[in-house]
C-alpha cells in the first residue's frame, strides 16, 4: 500500500475517533455488546442519533453487529481499538 492511501485511511480512522458521541459509544461498548436502544439511555441520546453514529463505525470497520430476532447486538470488532485509545491517553497526560 503507498503511503498516500495509509495516511488518507489514517487521517480518515482518527476522524472516526474524533467524535465525542462516537467515542462514548466505543467506550461503553467495551463494558459489553449493546443493542442501539441501550446505548441510547446510557448516553441519553436518542435511538436516530445514535443509529447515525453507529452507522458511521460500522462504516470505518470499527464495530460490527449480529442480529437477534430484529435487534442489532452491537460490539467492537476489533478489541485492539482499546489499546490505541489507551496510548492517546498515557500519551495526552504525560
Not at 467524535?19 to 459489553?32: P, Q, V
Amino acid at each position: 500500500m503507498d503511503k498516500v492511501v495509509d495516511i488518507e485511511r489514517l487521517r480518515d480512522f482518527f476522524k472516526v475517533l474524533g467524535d465525542d458521541t462516537r467515542m462514548r459509544i466505543i467506550l461503553l461498548l467495551e463494558e459489553s455488546a449493546k443493542n442501539v436502544t441501550e446505548i441510547a439511555n446510557a448516553l441519553n441520546m436518542t435511538q436516530s442519533a445514535i443509529s447515525h453514529q453507529l452507522r458511521t463505525l460500522y462504516d470505518h470497520r470499527v464495530v460490527t453487529y449480529s442480529k437477534a430476532g430484529q435487534e442489532r447486538i452491537y460490539e467492537i470488532l476489533d478489541p485492539h481499538i482499546y489499546e490505541i485509545i489507551k496510548q492517546a491517553r498515557d500519551h495526552i497526560r504525560e
